[in-house]
């Protein structure tokens, strides 16, 4: 059986759909009643944008 892992209660859920040209994000962050959603180019400037807004929350992220 696989061991299973919980999400922790104060973590940042981020869902990607990947393309070639663009990545659509949803970020989904405890106490934040909205959902935000980023739309990433696929360049290491957009990337390294998307990691800044993660790390700006300052709680760990969970990929969905």
Same mark, same amino acid.
């Given at each position: 059986? @696989?061991?299973? +892992?919980? @999400?922790?209660? %104060?973590?940042?859920?981020?869902?990607?759909?990947? %393309?070639?040209?663009? $990545?659509?994000?949803?970020? +989904?962050?405890?106490?934040?009643?909205?959902?935000?959603? &980023?739309? =990433? &180019? $696929? @360049?290491?400037? +957009?990337?390294?944008?998307?990691?800044?807004?993660?790390? %700006?929350?300052?709680?760990?992220? =969970?990929? &969905?």
């Amino acid at each position: 059986m @696989t061991p299973s +892992e919980s @999400t922790p209660a %104060a973590a940042v859920l981020v869902a990607i759909d990947i %393309a070639k040209v663009r $990545n659509e994000v949803l970020i +989904e962050a405890p106490g934040h009643k909205r959902r935000r959603r &980023l739309l =990433v &180019l $696929n @360049t290491r400037v +957009e990337h390294d944008h998307l990691i800044e807004v993660l790390q %700006a929350y300052g709680r760990p992220v =969970v990929r &969905l």
